[in-house]
């Protein structure tokens, strides 16, 4: 059988396409399939190295955003302040230490480091639920880092760790040397800082919207992104993160949570009426039953209280008598002083409620400006406050600066009772702030100002010259009696509540004899409504050695907030049980 002969095939050029027919033709026809080649290189190469920044950046932002849900949920157990104050000190160690050890760290592990991220998010909620237990044993100074030390400082040197294992594939060949191997590290903290900062803002403005929106919810749902981006069989060791979570963590805002930690605070006398997280922090509304008050808490401070044992007639009897002793505004003897029912009262910042709940209730038109929706509702539905009053839900600053030129000489009486003790709003005690209610206030108008502070500390001395700057006659008064100098030295400052009664003219601020009426039939008010304990300026630091504050100088006072803030933690620990501020 004779052998049969393969014939060789040629490809012919493509359909349509005309074969070379010139030894030009030729090497064009080669020149174009090699830039072909070289775009689909680059095209390939283009993806690769997207993929590997977009997951680098994605594991920074929700590294920035767990540090910024971190500090957030130490807040209830220690103050914004004290949560704060050595918070980039653990995450500015943590990226160090992940950066320079992912190789070593790499080496070490058996399994891809990211796989380990999943494992140590999930448990960071139940490890915190725990350590808030010892806050009074870790005390204000360090218990924050330390918490932080343990939770989130390891989640941040395996997510550093893994940043840069990832940013290691990317090609900087362009690049010199020099600058190649520092511009990843560069590059990653500077997205790292600009996402912590860009995302904090976003995170407080939106807490409390939805459950979702809330510390534990978020720490969990961040938990599942981690455990997306290392999915591996190592997730089943973070059951019993999950398990806690899902049975006995009370700091998720969910019906059996809440029921979970009432059963517990019911054992020490107390029940917990309502909560809630919103845009000033964690908000609840507490029973004391063996003293018989309700308080309204908001993180590591109160907003105030009520006597429940006492009962409420026209208005409730309130547990502190600052409150009170605010409502005196009306006493101020001014010419020309028209009647309640034709005043219009400004009330800024409103806690429980105590002090406009008397203005509305003696006939006063009252506006009261609040940021916080769930501060006007918790004290609308648990504290009585009336509902004839006119509610502005909104930044004060905002609402002064918009609406200052149409409400020129428009109030009788303002009310500035923001929340202090180290964590005052600094922007509502400046020069330019003050000038605008100057402003919306009638000539013969009066205002108080109510600053808790520490009056051994300069920021008291500086608000008061302040607002003596824009407002030519004023008293000071304190709440309480003067302390001997023996407790102040043993308790190391003298915080209280300091109110400042202001006119527009040089006249002298006295207050007339209240009449029957003006007690709105309170036992409280019969005793505490005329302020009693006057502060000389003499016991203030003069203008020429603390200045005044100024819209561009608030540093002035800023730098003086984790002082006061320490301070105020301690008085806290006193007025309310460890257990009690722990438990939220």
């Known amino acids: 059988m004779a052998s049969s002969k393969q014939v060789s095939k040629k490809r012919g050029p493509p359909p349509g396409q005309a074969p070379p027919e010139t030894k030009e033709d030729f090497e064009n026809e080669l020149k174009l399939l090699a830039r072909q080649a070289k775009n689909e290189t680059w095209s390939q190469w283009s993806r690769q190295q997207a993929a590997i920044y977009g997951k680098a950046v994605a594991l920074i932002a929700l590294t920035a955003v ?32 992940g950066w320079a050890g992912n190789l070593a760290l790499r080496r070490a592990l058996p399994f891809n480091t990211i796989t380990i991220l999943p494992l140590i998010a999930l448990h960071i909620p139940m490890l915190q639920f725990y350590l808030f237990a010892f806050t009074s044993l870790l005390g204000v100074k360090y218990g924050p880092a330390i918490t932080e030390g343990l939770t989130l400082f390891p989640l941040v040197v395996v997510s550093a760790s893994c940043i840069a294992d990832i940013l290691d594939q990317a090609d900087l060949s362009g690049l010199p040397s020099s600058v190649a191997s520092s511009a990843p590290g560069l590059v990653s903290y500077m997205v790292f800082r600009y996402a912590e900062t860009s995302f904090f803002g976003q995170l407080v403005e939106q807490m409390g919207t939805s459950i979702m929106q809330t510390r534990m919810a978020l720490e969990l749902s961040l938990a599942a992104t981690y455990s997306l981006m290392g999915r591996s069989q190592l997730l089943r060791y973070a059951v019993p993160g999950i398990l806690h979570a ?50 309204m808490r908001c993180d590591h401070s109160l907003l105030g209280g009520e006597w429940t044992k006492l009962g409420r007639d026209i208005v409730a009897e309130p547990v502190y008598s600052v409150f009170t002793q605010l409502e005196a ?7 020309e002083r028209v009647p309640d029912s034709e005043a219009h009262a400004l009330n800024i910042g409103l806690g429980i409620g105590t002090t406009p709940s008397a203005l509305i209730s003696h006939g006063i038109n009252t506006t009261i400006v609040e940021i916080d929706p769930i501060v006007h509702k918790f004290a609308t539905k648990h504290f009585g406050l009336p509902p004839n009053h006119t509610a502005v839900i909104e930044d004060v600053v905002s609402w002064s600066r918009l609406n200052a030129p149409t409400l020129r000489e428009h109030y009788d009486y303002i009310v500035h009772d923001v929340f202090t003790g180290g964590a005052e709003p600094v922007d509502l005690f400046t020069d330019t702030f003050l000038q605008g209610l100057e402003y919306m206030l009638k000539p013969n ?10 009056l051994t500390l300069p920021p008291l001395s500086i608000v008061v010259n302040t607002i003596r700057d824009i407002f030519p ?28 009664f202001c006119l527009k003219t ?37 203008v020429n050695e603390v200045g005044i ?11 003086w907030h984790e002082q006061s803030a320490l301070r105020h933690w301690d008085v806290m620990r006193v007025v309310l049980p460890s257990q009690i501020w722990n438990q939220w």
């Open 66 to 97: 767990y540090a910024n849900v971190s500090v957030l949920t130490l807040s209830p157990a220690y103050g914004q302040i004290a949560a704060n104050r050595l918070h980039h000190y653990v995450v500015w160690t943590g990226l160090f230490v």
């Open 246 to 295: 899902i049975m006995y963590n009370t700091h998720l805002m969910t019906e059996s949570a809440t029921a979970s930690l009432n059963s517990t605070l019911n054992t020490t006398g107390w029940s917990l009426v309502d909560r809630w997280e919103s845009n000033t922090g964690y908000i609840s509304v507490l029973d004391s039953h063996v003293n018989g008050f309700r308080v």
């Open 329 to 335: 505004i009306r006493l101020v003897q001014v010419p």
């Open 445 to 454: 108008g009066v205002i108080v100002i109510n600053y808790a502070g520490d």
């Open 473 to 500: 006659s004023c008293r000071i008064f304190r709440e309480n009696e003067p302390p001997s100098k023996d407790k102040v030295e043993e308790a190391g400052g003298d915080f209280d509540n300091v109110m400042i």
């Open 506 to 542: 040089d006249d002298q601020i006295t207050f007339r004899n209240p009449v029957e009426a003006d007690f709105l039939r309170s036992v409280s008010r019969m005793q505490f409504l005329i302020p009693k304990h006057e502060v000389p300026l003499s016991a203030l630091l003069p």
């Open 549 to 559: 504050l100024r819209a561009n100088e608030t540093e002035k006072l800023m730098k």
